[in-house]
């Protein structure tokens, strides 16, 4: 397995390094379309452009990116695609997509008995259908938020989602920039990522910092008696803070804003953590 470099100024994708690991010989791409520890967005469609012209195929992770942005499998022309509902407000569950002739072609590790036809042998056994029902209810209750944004979205679910994730990102990308704003002001404070509103198009609302003098998990059991809740820690993305170099030091504060949060709470939270940084 061969992986791509980030560029270490604004944790972003090597696209450089990625195309020189990209081969006749490379048999599947598979990249994140937004980082959960730290918010970057990756050029997924380019990604995927890249893939198809080694003739490989084009695995994306979508799951950090499902509650920020609307995702279309068809423009991004990528051959699988996975994310989970938990992400987008739903239960525990998976979301797998592939292109039907890939589904159909692959062969899937599974008992005997089960049928071949799709979705079932990808499937196999009784379905989750509690599980299933909320995954229903998080879609439905994302149209519902679409509606409220723009009353006239039209009458398909689509629309409706379409609407909910323009009003997401247009709710949302303040709140980060009041965030990211106040965070790298604080002294002593290293902020992971893209920081530059002009930026922020190649970001989601998660942002990933350390404070000097202070563990990750000491920020986050500061913030979290005081109501505020955050996490520490690696995130599995274990390859980034190895990279950084701050892996056998607890990883990096994570602070990841959605949609139901609000200014009164970015400034609590910015209040905090100078009193904490203060205190060193």
Not at 107 to 129: C, F, S
Not at 238 to 255: A, C, D, K
């Amino acid at each position: 397995m061969r992986q791509a470099d980030i560029r270490e100024a604004d944790c972003t994708l090597d696209m450089d390094d990625l195309r020189s690991k990209i081969t006749g010989r490379t048999r599947v791409v598979a990249a994140g379309y937004a980082s959960n520890i730290i918010g970057t967005i990756n050029p997924v469609a380019e990604i995927v452009r890249l893939a198809h012209e080694a003739g490989a195929p084009a695995f994306i992770d979508a799951v950090h990116y499902a509650p920020h942005g609307s995702i279309d499998v068809k423009a991004l022309d990528c051959d699988f695609l996975a994310c989970s509902p938990y992400k987008f407000f739903g239960p525990h569950m998976g979301c797998v997509y592939g292109k039907r002739e890939l589904l159909l072609r692959l062969q899937p590790y599974k008992v005997r008995p089960a049928p071949n036809n799709l979705p079932d042998r990808w499937e196999t056994g009784t379905q989750i259908h509690e599980g299933l029902a909320g995954v229903i209810a998080a879609i439905e209750y994302l149209a519902e938020l679409g509606r409220r944004c723009d009353p006239a979205a039209g009458g398909s679910r689509r629309e409706a989602l379409m609407a909910a994730y323009a009003g997401i990102r247009q709710y949302e990308m303040p709140l980060a920039e009041r965030l990211i704003r106040g965070l790298v002001e604080i002294p002593g404070l290293t902020f992971y990522g893209i920081s530059d509103p002009a930026r922020f198009a190649e970001r989601v609302p998660t942002v990933g910092v350390r404070l000097e003098g202070r563990t990750p998990l000491e920020c986050a059991t500061y913030l979290g008696d005081r109501g505020i809740f955050t996490w520490d820690g690696n995130y599995y993305a274990v390859n980034f803070t190895e990279r950084m170099g701050i892996e056998s030091s607890g990883g990096v504060l994570r602070i990841g804003l959605v949609h139901y949060n609000t200014a009164e709470e970015v400034e609590r939270l910015l209040t905090a953590l100078r009193e904490f940084a203060a205190a060193r």
